[in-house]
Each structure stands twice: as structure tokens, then as C-alpha cells.
């Protein structure tokens, strides 16, 4: 997709989210993914994983869970640029997206199988593989058992009254 629709709905005089434009300097070639959690109309996760210079993107309305039973809907969106990998912070109401963004988590990924055969194929389905880090009942509601942000411990409300304000650390949450 690249970015032009994800340019087309911003007016980045607006809103602080990254433009995409700057090259991201970075040290691991390994891909990216991230989590976001989004306060917009309704809340929602957005779910990135990075392929071929972006950040692929998904609209999970229930957020992960970690019990593999749960099958959670994925709505593919366009895609965003690598640096809103790392960012936090408020869209001003009336903006596209407008609401508070919380980096809920962020690691690496690598496709099981050929990645861009997948995405052509597209099952839109966020399910949690059955590992060791699998669990059931309340032990796996991860979203409201750790509802903070993976970057900087912050809540929805701090970040909301921080306003425009964004933060990269290097902490990570193991979920
Ligand atoms: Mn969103």
C-alpha cells in the first residue's frame, strides 16, 4: 500500500503523529511489530508489523488476549510509517484518529511462512499461538491486567494530560 492514504487522512500541522517522512536511524535489522492502544470514538488496539519499509497495520477492536482460544478480529487499515512504532501522545479531536495513543507493547517478528503470500491470502484473525506464554480465564486478559504503556508505565489519562508530549525508552513488557 505505502503511505499516501496514510498522508492523505493527516494534516500534520495538526497532529503530532509522525509523518513518516525523516528516515529512522536504527542499529537491529530485525522487523518490528507494535501494539497501540488507541482511545478514539471507541477504543481499539492497532496492531503493526513492520514489512518492507512500513509499519502493515490492524484495527483490533478487543485487543489481544493470551488464551489461544480467543479469536480476535483484525480490520486491516493502511499502512503507517516505521516512527509511529515509538509513538505516544494525544490527536487533537476532529483530526483522523483523534484520541490518545498508549505504546502498549513493541518487539520483533519474524513470518513463519513467506510474508507477503500470507498477506494476499489475508486472514484477519489475531490469535495467540499455544506457547509457553499461552494462559486462560483472567490470566489472560493481558489488556486490562497490564493496561500501561510499554515505553514510558503511563496510563491512557496520564498521556491524555501530558497533551502533545511523546517518549521513547528502551523497556520492554513481556507479553
Ligand atoms: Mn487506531
New binding site residues.
Given amino acids: 500500500m505505502g503511505l499516501k492514504s496514510y498522508w492523505k487522512k493527516r494534516d500534520f500541522e495538526k497532529t503530532p503523529e509522525p509523518s513518516g517522512k525523516k528516515p529512522v536511524r536504527r542499529r537491529v535489522k530485525k522487523l518490528r511489530d507494535c501494539i497501540?492502544k488507541?482511545a478514539?470514538t471507541r477504543l481499539?488496539y492497532?496492531f503493526r508489523l513492520e514489512l518492507d519499509g512500513v509499519l502493515l497495520s490492524w484495527?483490533v477492536p478487543k485487543g489481544p488476549s493470551l488464551d489461544p482460544a480467543d479469536r480476535r478480529l483484525a480490520v486491516h487499515v493502511e499502512d503507517h510509517p516505521i516512527a509511529y512504532g515509538s509513538f505516544e501522545g494525544s490527536i487533537p479531536k476532529g483530526q483522523y484518529?483523534g484520541g490518545t495513543v498508549l505504546l502498549w507493547d513493541r518487539g520483533t517478528w519474524e513470518p513463519v511462512l513467506d510474508a507477503h503470500a500470507g498477506l494476499r491470502k489475508g486472514h484477519w484473525l489475531l490469535i495467540k499461538d499455544d506457547d509457553q506464554e499461552a494462559k486462560r480465564g483472567k490470566q489472560a486478559a493481558i489488556t486490562e491486567l497490564r493496561p500501561e504503556s510499554v515505553s514510558t508505565g503511563r496510563s491512557l489519562e496520564d498521556i491524555a494530560r501530558r497533551g502533545r508530549k511523546t517518549w521513547q525508552s528502551n523497556r520492554g513488557k513481556a507479553a
Fill in positions: 497501540q488507541h478514539a481499539h492497532d484495527a484518529g
